[in-house]
């Protein structure tokens, strides 16, 4: 964890610069950006047969970015975001007797978050003051956690053998598609409302069976410190 986020904080600086260089020369604007809503963590395990539930959890990001403008109607948008995301499951499992399935069952839940370096790039389309965007994303994980409870209408007590260290491995690294719009409130001030689709499976798990994908939507403001051009 520790080589990770010596990368993310070089890969930061390496972009910082990459920016600032360019804004040098071009019509670009430079800015802070904060985002609140919701996310889901899609964790299905394949081969169960067991029921599985996803709910949503609240959601945000927020750091700075940098925007290039080609004329009057393009430009093209780069972020450096720290990124919350997570997810509620509900697992149900069936309790069998000796004479077969009955109608009782445990509900394992657990809830999910991870913390991400995220890296937007995005080409934007404008007309008057409504702005379209849509491009790509490559997030860098920092940390995860996981909780886990249970509930069931059984009489059968179930024993529950939770250890932290058997929490499955999250990858390090997602990536996936980004798409969403800015309204200008004013000359420096947006609102915006954008969705992200995690493509790439995040589970590392010893079983190899599972297939987590995060999904994220949020609304925020942008505002630019300062433009040139």
Known sequence: MKKILTFNFRLFIFLMFACFCVELCAQSSFGLRANAGLSKMITKQDGNGFEQKFYFEPS???????????????????????????????????????????????????????????????????????????????????????????????????????????????????????????YELTKNLSFEADYYHGLMNIYKGKSGKGNWKNRQITTGLCYAIFRTG
């Not at 657990?110 to 080409?123: D, G, T, V």
Request: aromatic share 16%.
């Open 60 to 182: 945000w990001k927020a750091g700075v970015y940098f925007r290039k403008e080609f004329g009057k109607q393009s430009l093209l948008d780069i972020e450096v975001l720290f990124s919350r995301i997570g997810g509620k499951e509900d697992y149900s499992v069936p309790v069998a007797s000796a004479t077969g399935p009955t109608k009782e069952y445990w509900i394992l839940k657990f809830k999910r978050h991870i913390s991400y370096l995220a890296i937007p790039l995005a080409y934007g389309f404008k007309s008057d003051r409504l702005l379209l965007k849509g491009g790509g994303q490559v997030a860098f994980g920092l940390d995860s956690d996981e909780t886990f409870s249970y509930s069931t209408n059984s009489s059968i007590n179930l024993v529950v053998l939770y250890d932290e260290s058997d929490r499955p491995e999250i990858a390090d690294f997602d990536y996936g598609f980004c798409v969403g719009f800015a």
